[in-house]
């Protein structure tokens, strides 16, 4: 595990405590590939934030290399509110994976992680999701690009839109029209 000086280097954390997020200039947001993480079940981690950092670090041992990552937000779960409180984040990353390895690799990590998949929107201790491969968009062999429900869930839009406000979903709309218009997830916002 990191320690927090590490971290601290690694991401940019502000003074005041907070992520420096954003992206490079360089970077064409037309080819981004987009992952969203989240969790509600810290399980042996200290907290979910320490297990999403964990889970952001294991990243690169996987050939993915996290290039713009938004601060956590939090939400209520969804559908069903009584379950813990997710926190959720999104990044842009760098790989040379194709889509369906990328998958694979998250897949790993999830699996690593402890993620059980029993019933559906269960609480876990992580997910994470493909929302977009560049402009990728359609069935490919059973991986539906880009994520066909992100773009109506505000803790998925509202990080993509705090991290790059330009970035324009492959079906249209940028990112923060799409967050503000979001149905699901209202209530996020960033901690």
Request: charged share 30%; aromatic share 6%.
């Amino acid at each position: 595990m990191k320690d927090a000086v590490e971290r601290d280097e690694e991401y940019d954390v502000r003074p005041d405590g907070g992520l420096d997020v954003g992206i490079e200039e360089t970077l064409e947001l037309d080819a981004a590939v987009i992952v969203a993480l989240g969790c509600n079940d810290k399980g042996v981690w200290a907290s979910c934030r320490e297990a999403l950092e964990a889970a952001l670090a294991r990243f690169r041992s996987e050939g993915i290399d996290v290039v713009a990552r938004s601060s956590w937000w939090s939400s209520r779960a969804w559908p069903d509110p009584e379950d813990p409180t997710f926190l959720n984040g999104a990044v842009i990353v760098r790989t040379d994976h194709d889509p369906h390895e990328l998958m694979a690799a998250l897949g790993r990590i999830e699996e690593v992680f402890g993620r059980e998949r029993s019933v559906r929107n269960a609480p876990r201790t992580l997910d994470l999701d493909l929302i977009a491969y560049g402009r990728l968009s359609g069935d490919l062999d059973g991986l539906i690009l880009p994520h066909p429900r992100a773009a109506e869930r505000k803790f998925v839009m509202g990080p993509i839109a705090e991290m790059a406000p330009a970035w324009v979903h492959p079906h249209g709309g940028e990112a923060g029209v799409l967050a503000a218009a979001a149905l699901v997830g209202t209530d996020a916002h960033p901690v």
